[in-house]
């Protein structure tokens, strides 16, 4: 029984990046979809599918590496954990290594990185800090 999906997809990311694997897939939920939205729109990964099955959808991830096969995801980490939730306003979202990484925030307004979090001025649950 899996209690951190959230966990769960970034330790498939990590270890998907780690041995330079192409894809990872994962089941498939609103909010990891919504992680690999922001994951796309701030160029960490390459692009994800959602693909519908039965009993549940799969949601496929293709990563992403540098022209010499660099890593792009150099670390991906989780802040708020079950056992302990991490909150932010809007003026307590700071740029992560002066703005080469970001943190994924649950918003009223959908998962979204802190720098659009900081633009539409609403805060949330940190989920995780990628650089």
Do not use: W
């Given at each position: 029984?899996?209690?951190?999906?959230?966990?769960d997809?970034?330790?498939?990311?990590r270890?998907?990046?780690?041995?330079?694997?192409?894809?990872v897939?994962?089941?498939a939920?609103?909010?990891?979809?919504?992680?690999?939205?922001?994951?796309?729109?701030?160029g960490f990964?390459?692009?994800?599918?959602?693909?519908?099955?039965?009993?549940?959808?799969?949601?496929?991830v293709?990563l992403?590496?540098?022209?010499d096969?660099e890593?792009v995801i150099?670390?991906?980490?989780?802040?708020?954990?079950?056992?302990?939730?991490?909150y932010?306003?809007?003026t307590?979202?700071?740029?992560?290594?002066s703005?080469?990484?970001?943190?994924?925030v649950?918003?009223?307004?959908?998962?979204?990185?802190?720098?659009v979090?900081?633009?539409?001025?609403?805060?949330?649950?940190?989920?995780?800090?990628?650089?």
């Amino acid at each position: 029984m899996m209690t951190d999906p959230v966990a769960d997809m970034l330790t498939r990311i990590r270890n998907g990046n780690f041995i330079h694997r192409k894809r990872v897939d994962m089941p498939a939920s609103r909010l990891r979809v919504g992680i690999a939205q922001v994951l796309q729109d701030e160029g960490f990964i390459d692009g994800y599918e959602v693909v519908e099955g039965k009993p549940f959808s799969t949601l496929n991830v293709d990563l992403k590496y540098g022209e010499d096969g660099e890593h792009v995801i150099r670390c991906i980490d989780r802040v708020s954990k079950p056992g302990r939730r991490v909150y932010a306003g809007v003026t307590d979202l700071r740029p992560i290594l002066s703005g080469q990484g970001i943190q994924i925030v649950s918003t009223p307004r959908g998962v979204l990185s802190d720098r659009v979090a900081r633009e539409q001025r609403v805060g949330g649950e940190i989920l995780c800090k990628v650089y």
